[in-house]
């Protein structure tokens, strides 16, 4: 079992920060490329940032110059900054992690529980 768990998040004034983790544990052989999705009220889940293990980085042009995403391997931990937040960044972050579980194991897909980002004056 592979547990994905998301902290960080809550409510903030537009042009305000806040910094969201996500970690893995549970039974981790190899963990691939890590990312923050995200799922406003009445839309579809759309990718924010993903960074593969080697720390190559690929965001949404919605988070480009505004979004940083980073990890700490060692503590099988993605990170997202989130800086000049805009009414619309409102939604709930999703952390996801393709991981091998064991050596015998294929790669599977994991995701976090959510964790509500509210951007509100």
């Known amino acids: 079992q592979v547990q994905l768990v998301e902290s960080g998040g809550g409510l903030v004034q537009p042009g305000g920060s806040l910094r969201l983790s996500c970690a893995a544990s549970g039974s981790i052989f190899r963990i691939y490329a890590m990312g923050w999705y995200r799922q406003a009220p009445g839309k579809q889940r759309e990718l924010v940032a993903t960074i593969t293990s080697g720390g190559n980085t690929k965001y949404a042009d919605s988070a480009k110059g505004r979004f940083t995403i980073s990890r700490d391997n060692a503590k099988n931990t993605v990170y997202l900054q989130m800086n000049s937040l805009k009414f619309e960044d409102t939604a709930v972050y999703f952390c996801?992690?393709?991981?091998?579980?064991?050596?015998?194991?294929?790669?599977?897909?994991?995701w976090g529980q959510g964790t509500q980002v509210t951007v509100s004056s």
């Open positions: 996801n992690a393709q991981v091998v579980p064991d050596f015998r194991a294929a790669l599977g897909d994991y």
